[in-house]
């Protein structure tokens, strides 16, 4: 907070006046309650999740913390009532679908409209980490760019990866344990 106070003092200073520092104090005082609250409701997250036996075994998987266990436990209930990890990505919308569109015929398949936008919009980042922090899913992402895949393209193949092992571990009950990553050579 004292640095957010100096920092307007050299921006907000011009218009310094007794009204500007109150506005300035009140500004500080609602940031302090709102990290406050956010805080409170973090605690509440991981104290829920302890007893949620799927939500902690979510955990397990790199990339996947409290946040993102929480959202998927919220949003899917249990991952595992799906019949194959293929109809929990369709559910998720992370396939890929034609649009048709009059004479159009497009030469290749986009990202399903359909599906769960929010959750896959908050399966991103931790996609993101879980590439960069997991050697089972880094070595798949690796792959499909040596293979000439777009980022994106291939970031969307390893968020469909990780509903794979979401599903697994859902289903199984245990915590994750991907196989070693397979080396390939050229």
């Known amino acids: ?3 957010l106070i100096a920092a307007a003092k050299q921006t907000v200073a011009a218009q310094s006046g007794d009204v500007y520092r109150v506005r300035i104090r009140h500004a500080c005082e609602d940031l302090a309650l709102w990290r406050a609250r956010l805080l409170t409701i973090d605690t509440m997250i991981e104290t829920l999740l302890e007893d949620h036996q799927v ?3 979510l955990t397990s998987i790199e990339g996947i913390g409290t946040t993102t ?3 998927l436990v919220a949003e899917l209930d249990d991952p595992a009532r799906f019949r194959s990890p293929e109809a929990l990505a369709s559910y ?3 396939v890929p679908a034609l649009k048709h569109s ?5 030469k290749r398949a986009g990202l399903s409209p359909i599906g769960k936008a929010a959750l896959r919009r908050a399966l991103w980042m931790p996609t993101v980490h879980a590439v960069r922090a997991s050697p089972w899913l880094r070595v798949f992402y690796e792959g499909l760019r040596v293979r000439g895949k777009p980022g994106k393209v291939a970031l969307i193949a390893a968020m469909r990866k990780l509903m794979v092992a979401i599903w697994t571990v859902a289903k199984q009950r245990r915590t994750w ?3 070693p990553p397979q080396e390939t050579t050229a």
């Open 1 to 3: 907070m004292r640095q």
């Open 55 to 57: 939500a902690r075994l």
């Open 69 to 71: 266990a929480a959202r």
């Open 92 to 94: 998720i919308g992370l």
């Open 102 to 106: 009059g004479k159009q015929t497009p």
């Open 177 to 179: 344990s991907p196989s």
